[in-house]
């Protein structure tokens, strides 16, 4: 099972960093940056796809660590193959869903010509702050799918990690102790990786009013965690 949530997760990985970073590369090295309505459009669409995806991967392989230390005696029958699937499916089905929704909520809204984005990709909230018509909804979309991307994934993880102390905490045998951390720190980095950087952005945001500094800390969720995960994995392995 392991396995095949890393390898969904380097998929999301992938998925994230191609469609970003290839337009990045292009306006850096362009004089006039510009990106067509419809290639904004596919690039919001397909970032909440991957990243969402990822978010809820993250809660699955917190599970996965949560059966393996608590059950081991039963591990290979509550993550039998079917489940795993099953796992992967959801992830993928709510962030498509989620993806659509905001794309097509997006299509409503009208925006006036020649705008300027002060990102290096088309962010789902600062396309929306670009809009001349009225934005409620959207907003109103915005958070309350954040609360559940947010809330629910990382609420997961946190009850499967709390578990995991107790009952490590509880085994007689230092190896024990040391084998139970070692499985979870791989897991538990890409987690701070994933949920720090996102939360470091947005509040950095709240209290600068710098438009190149929010570029630039966009960044961070954007690329950085990508080029980190497999390095994490890797030495773990």
Request: proline share 4%.
């Amino acid at each position: 099972p392991r396995y095949l949530f890393l390898g969904n997760l380097s998929l999301a990985d992938i998925g994230i960093s191609t469609t970003t970073i290839p337009q990045m590369v292009v306006n850096i090295q362009r004089k006039r940056k510009t990106i067509s309505y419809a290639g904004c459009l596919t690039q919001v669409c397909f970032v909440l796809i991957f990243a969402g995806s990822e978010n809820f991967l993250l809660a699955a392989m917190a599970y996965d660590r949560y059966a393996a230390i608590c059950h081991p005696l039963r591990y290979t029958a509550i993550m039998n193959p079917h489940l795993c699937v099953l796992l992967v499916m959801i992830s993928l089905s709510i962030s498509t869903v989620d993806a659509l929704l905001h794309s097509l909520m997006l299509l409503r809204l009208s925006f006036c010509t020649d705008l300027e984005i002060p990102h290096f990709f088309c962010e789902l909230d600062q396309v929306i702050t670009l809009a001349c018509s009225d934005t409620l909804i959207n907003n109103l979309l915005i958070y309350v799918t954040a609360g559940i991307f947010a809330g629910v994934p990382l609420s997961g993880i946190i009850f499967s990690y709390l578990h995991i102390v107790s009952s490590v905490l509880r085994m007689p045998s230092p190896g024990g102790v040391y084998k139970a951390f070692s499985t979870c720190g791989s897991h538990l980095s890409v987690v701070c990786l994933f949920y720090g950087t996102i939360f470091g952005v947005y509040i950095s945001s709240a209290v600068t009013d710098s438009q190149r500094k929010g570029a630039v800390a966009s960044v961070m969720y954007s690329v950085v965690p990508q080029m980190l995960n497999p390095i994490i994995y890797t030495l773990r392995n």
